[in-house]
């Protein structure tokens, strides 16, 4: 199985290099293939020059498109190279490397074909904290969601 991380990155001068390094560390561990893609949302900090210096994989946009530009061309990179699995990772760190292949499970053993992690639910509990809005808004979302569909969704 080929899985590639794709990291979206806006200003990450600060984590940028911690984050693809835990995927390199990380990816020594595992028994599938596993590759990273930054996209570098037109950041103006110095999170291209640390990418180009550590000759990290990135794909430099010449401007902002925002969180959803920067996944939707990770995702066009997944589809033009082949990739199995695609995973969103987040640049500034929030995302643990460590539970990737617990968030793939399903899907390796073909009970899912999309899987979707939460740093809300579950034993381990992350110290990340949101906003009263941005809870506020997950649980109004997460709410219509059950009522329309009938399924429980978390973390919208």
Do not use: C
Request: hydrophobic share 40%; charged share 25%; no cysteine.
């Amino acid at each position: 199985m080929r899985v590639l991380m794709i990291i979206p990155a806006y200003n990450e001068e600060e984590s940028i290099f911690d984050t693809v390094t835990s995927i390199l560390n990380y990816r020594k561990k595992v028994d599938f293939d596993l590759d990273y893609v930054v996209i570098n949302d037109g950041s103006t900090d110095k999170t291209k020059q640390i990418l180009e210096e550590n000759h990290f994989n990135a794909v430099n946009l010449v401007m902002n498109l925002g969180i959803g530009g920067a996944v939707q061309t990770g995702y066009k990179y997944a589809l033009e190279h082949d990739y199995d699995v695609a995973v969103q990772f987040d640049g500034d760190g929030q995302h643990d490397i460590e539970s990737l292949s617990d968030l793939l499970e399903p899907i390796r053993k073909n009970e899912a074909d999309l899987v979707i992690g939460s740093r809300f639910v579950g034993d381990v509990k992350s110290e990340f904290q949101t906003t009263f809005m941005r809870r506020f808004g997950i649980s109004v979302i997460s709410n219509l969601i059950k009522w329309t569909t009938g399924q429980r969704v978390l973390d919208t």
